[in-house]
């Protein structure tokens, strides 16, 4: 770890990110509570750090974010932090930005996001990153930005727009517009909103548990697929498909899903 990366940790009060493991399942929490989980640099490495890592565990099935507390996933960049940088440092974290929560985007095990707390800016941000979201029912969420006289700087404006469409998008960040879950979902924004009572964080991990038994190359095909799509003239998407679709042809695990149908039981799928 370099000295700047030591120092961010030190001046942050810590990492800012616990991670836990449940079965093939990660669980990485935001645990910035008293902050309502805001990004420092120390916690957007971090972040860049755990996605890096995981693209090599090869146990791995699915990833849930989450921040701690009921209060927020996250409330964006840490406003505290941001008042003791210049011009210069926040330029500077952009593109640490951009590798991190890229790092989350093209990691090839699905990621969910799952919103027990409010999520703007960066927050939101980070969500957007992810392949899934989940809310609880009292959440609200926004690209809230333009009201701090800046713009979405880590992705959200390209990935809320691939989301939700150019004049939705220009509304929610042009007027820096916070929405329920009840909206955010039939925006499209958030996939579910968990039941009322019902924490997003236990919901997401019941969610996701289909996933563990899923075939890993077929998931990581689908996801790298899906993600070009939105770069793509139809064409180039198609060659892009087929590219991915060539791994699962070349994998035992579907030799596996077609012995498992014949044999009438469940597929056991390998990664490999
Ligand atoms: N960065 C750093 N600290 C933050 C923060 C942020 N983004 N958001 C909240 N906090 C801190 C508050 O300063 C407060 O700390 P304090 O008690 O030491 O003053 C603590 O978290 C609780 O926040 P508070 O504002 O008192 O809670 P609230 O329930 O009244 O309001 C929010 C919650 C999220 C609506 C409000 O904090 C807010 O609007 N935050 C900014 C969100 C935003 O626009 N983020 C985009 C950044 S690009």
């Known amino acids: 770890m370099g000295e700047q990366a030591k120092r961010e940790i030190e001046a942050a009060g810590g990492l800012g990110v616990r991670t836990e493991r449940r079965g093939a399942i990660a669980i990485w929490t935001i645990d910035r509570p008293e902050r309502l989980n805001a990004l420092s640099r120390a916690a957007v490495r971090e972040l860049g750090r755990l996605a890096r890592e995981a693209a090599g565990d090869r146990t791995l099935r699915a990833v849930v974010l989450t921040g701690a507390g009921d209060k927020a996933f996250c409330a964006g960049a840490d406003l505290k932090e941001r008042r003791s940088m210049d011009e210069e440092d926040v330029r500077d974290f952009l593109p640490l930005y951009r590798a991190s929560f890229g790092a989350i985007d093209r990691l090839g095990v699905p990621v969910i996001a799952a919103l027990d707390g409010v999520a703007f800016g960066g927050g939101l941000e980070l969500a957007l990153a992810c392949d899934l979201r989940v809310a609880a029912s009292h959440v609200t969420l926004g690209l809230t930005e333009t009201s701090l006289g800046i713009i979405p700087g880590a992705g959200g404006t390209q990935r809320l ?91 035992e695990d579907r030799l596996e899903a077609l012995a498992a149908f014949a044999e009438k039981r469940a597929p056991s799928f390998k990664g490999r």
């Open 161 to 251: 727009t691939r989301i939700v469409g150019e004049a939705r998008a220009k509304e929610l960040v042009l007027f820096a517009r916070r929405v329920d879950a009840a909206e955010a979902l039939a925006l499209g924004i958030v996939n579910r909103v968990a039941p009322e009572g019902t924490r997003a964080l236990d919901f997401a991990l019941a969610w996701a548990e289909p996933l563990t038994r899923a075939a890993p190359i077929a998931i990581a095909a689908a996801l790298e697929a899906i993600d070009g799509a939105g770069d793509r003239a139809l064409d180039d998407g198609l060659s892009l498909e087929a590219r991915c679709y060539e791994r699962t042809l070349a994998s």
